[in-house]
């Protein structure tokens, strides 16, 4: 093709309503030699001369159905990606079932590719390197449940599901509060490891969306991390129990047993003074020794360093 948006409606009518010579031609001349087909009914997969699956298909397409009226609704070319999407129409009847007709509407996702064939002198042209035939649910049960049975049934099971969606999502309206409040920053404590957690498995598995390379995280490995989760929920819940059971004494420092912590505002300052302040108090002490003074007088007395005093 040269111009696939332009070519493209009389591509299909030779697929569809053509010949079987004029058939077997478009496939030849259209589709790479390893292009593949996926439908609802059957799929190729792409490999060396997969097109002569695809031909064997088509055949039997025409065996079914040799009289198939088909028409172009609409065509959309995604340029970038050399994506065709073709809005068709089509009337599908089996000969031997009695009665049998199936009016139908789907849309074919046409992947290209531009090659230029080989020992040719001609330009590069675009070939069809994978069809894919999108079938609404209730349009493609027309091929096997006629006179509408299939489609009625499709839209009672539309009609359920609806029904039971609504009714889980007032059932669960909880949940979906503590999602907004955790997407705007707002909870903290066990609410905000809960929605971590279960972000946390969502992303794991989501992995990539290029076609195949998409991961997956089995189901013990999901069920590792929710133990690690609530293991962490409970090892925080027993910290601050402890935390809590910290004591203030008339100067508004916090004592834990024997030990008594002030700290400061400049974590790093009070390092930095530490540090000065324990280098100082060995040259002291040093200074001691070799005066011939002993040490028992600072054996019970408070260590200071920058802001920080601990009291054992």
């Known amino acids: 093709m040269d111009d696939p948006p332009a070519e493209i ?77 073709v809005d068709i129409e089509q009337v599908f009847a089996i000969w031997f079932l009695p009665f049998h007709r199936a009016p139908v509407r789907l849309t074919t996702k046409l992947s290209l590719t531009k090659r230029k064939e080989r020992g040719s002198l001609e330009e590069r042209k675009y070939y069809i390197r994978s069809q894919e035939d999108l079938y609404p649910v209730d349009q493609f049960v027309k091929f096997f449940a006629p006179w509408n049975v299939g489609t009625a049934v499709v839209y009672a099971w539309h009609f359920v599901a609806t029904f039971f969606c609504v009714l889980l999502s007032l059932a669960c309206g909880w949940f979906t509060k503590l999602e907004q409040r955790y997407a705007e920053g707002k909870t903290g404590g066990v609410e905000k490891l809960f929605m971590q957690t279960i972000v946390d498995v969502g992303k794991s598995r989501m992995g990539s969306l290029t076609p195949g390379t998409t991961s997956m995280i089995d189901g013990r490995k999901a069920a590792a991390q929710v133990h690690e989760a609530a293991r962490n929920v409970q090892q925080k819940l027993l910290t601050d129990g402890e935390e809590e059971k910290g004591s203030k004494d008339g100067n508004g420092t916090e004592r834990f047993g024997n030990m008594q912590v002030i700290s400061g505002a400049d974590v790093k300052e009070d390092i930095f003074n530490a540090h000065a302040d324990v280098t100082h108090r060995h040259d002291a002490e040093q200074t001691d020794v070799n005066g011939g003074q002993g040490q028992d007088g600072l054996s019970n007395a408070p260590k200071q360093f920058g802001n920080m005093q601990v009291v054992t």
């Open 9 to 85: 409606t009389s591509i299909v009518e030779s697929l569809t309503m053509g010949t079987p010579n004029e058939q077997e031609q478009a496939i030849n001349k259209y589709f790479t030699q390893s292009a593949s087909f996926t439908h609802p009914f059957c799929r190729t997969g792409s490999f060396a001369n997969s097109r002569l699956l695809i031909h064997a298909i088509f055949r039997w397409y025409k065996v079914m159905s040799p009289v198939v009226r088909a028409k172009v609704l609409g065509v959309a070319y995604d340029e970038s990606n050399m994506v065709l999407y």
